[in-house]
C-alpha cells in the first residue's frame, strides 16, 4: 500500500518535488485516470514523484453537514485505485475549519509549494480551492507563472458527448445501472465495509447473508443484484439485497450478501462487494414461502448473470 497522509505539514521530504495531481476523485473514473495519466507524464519528465492531494471527507461533506450518503468511493478504496492507476503517494489532506479558511493565495504558496515543494500541478477545468472557493484556475494559472512551477489544466473528457463525471455515475447508481456506473469508472463499482451482525433471518430459511455495513456509500437503487465479493483474497459470485425489507416491516437500511457456495463465519471482516447488475426492485412478499421461491429465483438469474 502507498503511503497515505492526511495533512501536507507532514509529508516527508522523499515525497516533496514532485509532480501533483489536484482534485477530489471521488470513483476515481476515466476522467480522473485521464488527469493521473498526464501527472505521471509529467513526474516522469521531472525524474520526481507522483503524488496525488485529495480531501478527507469531502468537501461537500463539510459544508453541507447534514446531506445524504454520496461517496463512490471511501478513502481506502480511493487510494487503492489512485495506486493502480500509478500514483505513489497520496495527500489525504484533513477538510476541517482549519483548512477551510485557507486563501487561494495561501494554498498554493503553504500547502503546494512549502508543504509540497510542488514543481508541476494538474487539475481539471473546474478545479476551484481557498476560502469560500476564490480560486480557480485562470488564478492557478496566474500564480504558476509568478511562482515559476509548471501547470497543466485538463480539458473535460469526453464520453459519446458527456463528461465523465462523479455526478454522472451517482445517478446511474441510483437508477439501478451498475454496468453503465462501471463503464463511466473504468472499473466496477464496490461497497466496502465490514460484516455485522444481523438478526440470522437468513440462515433460518437456507439462505445465509452477509450484512455489510454501508458507511458513507452512496445507496444505488434499492433491490436485488448480482455480485462478486472478495473474501479470503478469492471473488465469489453472490446475490445482494439493499433496501429496507419491507416484508418484515424493517425500517433501517440494510445490504445483506448471500455468497453461492459459502458457508464460512466472516462476522468482523471487511468485505468489498461489486455491483454487477441489477435483478429487480426491492418487493413485499405474502409470506416466507413466496419469499424463498423468489430467493431461489433471485440466486438463479444472479448465477446466469454472473456466469454470461
Request: hydrophobic share 45%; with cysteine.
Given at each position: 500500500?502507498?503511503?497515505?497522509?492526511?495533512?501536507?505539514?507532514?509529508?516527508?521530504?522523499?515525497?516533496?518535488?514532485?509532480?501533483?495531481?489536484?482534485?477530489?476523485?471521488?470513483?476515481?473514473?476515466?476522467?480522473?485516470?485521464?488527469?493521473?495519466?498526464?501527472?505521471?507524464?509529467?513526474?516522469?519528465?521531472?525524474?520526481?514523484?507522483?503524488?496525488?492531494?485529495?480531501?478527507?471527507?469531502?468537501?461537500?461533506?463539510?459544508?453541507?453537514?447534514?446531506?445524504?450518503?454520496?461517496?463512490?468511493?471511501?478513502?481506502?478504496?480511493?487510494?487503492?485505485?489512485?495506486?493502480?492507476?500509478?500514483?505513489?503517494?497520496?495527500?489525504?489532506?484533513?477538510?476541517?475549519?482549519?483548512?477551510?479558511?485557507?486563501?487561494?493565495?495561501?494554498?498554493?504558496?503553504?500547502?503546494?509549494?512549502?508543504?509540497?515543494?510542488?514543481?508541476?500541478?494538474?487539475?481539471?477545468?473546474?478545479?476551484?480551492?481557498?476560502?469560500?472557493?476564490?480560486?480557480n484556475v485562470e488564478r492557478l494559472r496566474e500564480l504558476a507563472a509568478e511562482r515559476a512551477f509548471g501547470i497543466t489544466v485538463l480539458d473535460p473528457v469526453m464520453h459519446e458527448g458527456e463528461i465523465y463525471s462523479s455526478t454522472r455515475i451517482r445517478e446511474a447508481l441510483?437508477?439501478?445501472?451498475?454496468?453503465?456506473?462501471?463503464?463511466?469508472?473504468?472499473?466496477?463499482?464496490?461497497?466496502?465495509?465490514?460484516?455485522?451482525?444481523?438478526?440470522?433471518?437468513?440462515?433460518?430459511?437456507?439462505?445465509?447473508?452477509?450484512?455489510?455495513?454501508?458507511?458513507?456509500?452512496?445507496?444505488?437503487?434499492?433491490?436485488?443484484?448480482?455480485?462478486?465479493?472478495?473474501?479470503?483474497?478469492?471473488?465469489?459470485?453472490?446475490?445482494?439485497?439493499?433496501?429496507?425489507?419491507?416484508?418484515?416491516?424493517?425500517?433501517?437500511?440494510?445490504?445483506?450478501v448471500h455468497l453461492f457456495d459459502f458457508s464460512e463465519e466472516i462476522y468482523g471482516q471487511v468485505l468489498r462487494v461489486q455491483l454487477i447488475e441489477f435483478i429487480r426492485p426491492e418487493m413485499k412478499f405474502a409470506g416466507l414461502d413466496a419469499l424463498k421461491a423468489q430467493?431461489?429465483?433471485?440466486?438463479?438469474?444472479?448465477?446466469?448473470?454472473?456466469?454470461?
Open positions: 500500500m502507498i503511503p497515505v497522509f492526511d495533512h501536507w505539514q507532514t509529508v516527508p521530504p522523499q515525497w516533496t518535488g514532485g509532480a501533483i495531481a489536484l482534485g477530489n476523485f471521488d470513483g476515481v473514473h476515466k476522467g480522473h485516470q485521464a488527469l493521473i495519466k498526464r501527472t505521471a507524464e509529467e513526474a516522469r519528465a521531472l525524474g520526481a514523484p507522483l503524488v496525488a492531494l485529495t480531501f478527507e471527507p469531502h468537501p461537500r461533506r463539510f459544508f453541507v453537514a447534514d446531506t445524504g450518503p454520496f461517496r463512490l468511493t471511501l478513502l481506502p478504496a480511493k487510494v487503492r485505485l489512485l495506486e493502480q492507476f500509478g500514483v505513489q503517494a497520496v495527500v489525504a489532506q484533513r477538510f476541517d475549519p482549519g483548512f477551510a479558511a485557507i486563501t487561494a493565495q495561501d494554498f498554493v504558496d503553504r500547502v503546494l509549494l512549502e508543504g509540497l515543494g510542488a514543481r508541476h500541478i494538474v487539475c481539471g477545468y473546474d478545479f476551484t480551492f481557498g476560502a469560500r472557493r476564490t480560486g441510483r437508477a439501478g445501472w451498475p454496468s453503465e456506473a462501471s463503464e463511466l469508472l473504468g472499473h466496477p463499482w464496490e461497497i466496502e465495509g465490514a460484516v455485522e451482525k444481523g438478526d440470522q433471518r437468513g440462515r433460518t430459511i437456507g439462505f445465509p447473508t452477509a450484512n455489510v455495513a454501508l458507511g458513507e456509500h452512496l445507496r444505488p437503487r434499492y433491490g436485488v443484484y448480482a455480485v462478486r465479493a472478495l473474501v479470503g483474497g478469492q471473488w465469489r459470485d453472490g446475490v445482494a439485497n439493499l433496501g429496507r425489507r419491507p416484508t418484515f416491516g424493517k425500517l433501517q437500511e440494510n445490504f445483506e430467493i431461489v429465483a433471485d440466486g438463479q438469474a444472479a448465477r446466469a448473470i454472473l456466469g454470461g
